[in-house]
């Protein structure tokens, strides 16, 4: 069976395409999860890929789906600053985890300098647009 890769993402980001485009572009969520999947098909990895707007249905998720995970790429959107029990649930892992964020959030509001994520994951990507998903991506296929 093929290694399988969760792309999570948090509240908000289903909104990607309509949503402050100025700030996090004009690519949708269902444009980002095609890109991520096709790129790990040719690697041999699998996607499961996972939104919601509820801390407690990703933490669900986490639970469910991570512990036989062989990485996480997450953009826990705003649960980054705040999402403890979001946090803890990846704490859980012993998979990678790389937590990505379209926009530079440390060039933005003081509130998103802080992330709760970034301790227990093994990097961060932020600024880069959509395209930081691919790069993170990029980073589980040279482990491989
Ligand atoms: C975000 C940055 C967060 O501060 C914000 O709450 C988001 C998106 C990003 O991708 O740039 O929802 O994670």
């Not at 991520?36 to 669900?60: K, P, T």
């Amino acid at each position: 069976m093929s290694q399988t890769i969760l792309l999570i993402h948090g509240p908000n980001l289903n909104m990607l395409g309509k949503r402050e485009p100025e700030i996090y572009g004009a690519t949708t969520l269902d444009e980002i999860n095609a890109a991520v999947i096709a790129r790990a098909a040719e690697a041999g990895l699998q996607v499961h890929c996972f939104q919601s707007n509820h801390e407690g249905a990703l933490v669900d998720f986490v639970q469910a789906e991570g512990m036989h995970a062989a990485g996480v790429i997450i953009n826990p959107g705003a649960l980054t600053h705040y999402g403890l029990s979001l946090r803890d649930a990846l704490a859980m892992l012993r998979a990678p985890i790389i937590e990505v964020h379209l926009s530079n959030v440390y060039r933005r509001e003081a509130f998103r300098h802080t992330s709760v994520v970034a301790p227990v994951a093994t990097g961060q990507i932020a600024g880069l647009g959509w395209r930081g998903y691919l790069l993170a991506l990029e980073w589980f296929i040279a482990q491989q």
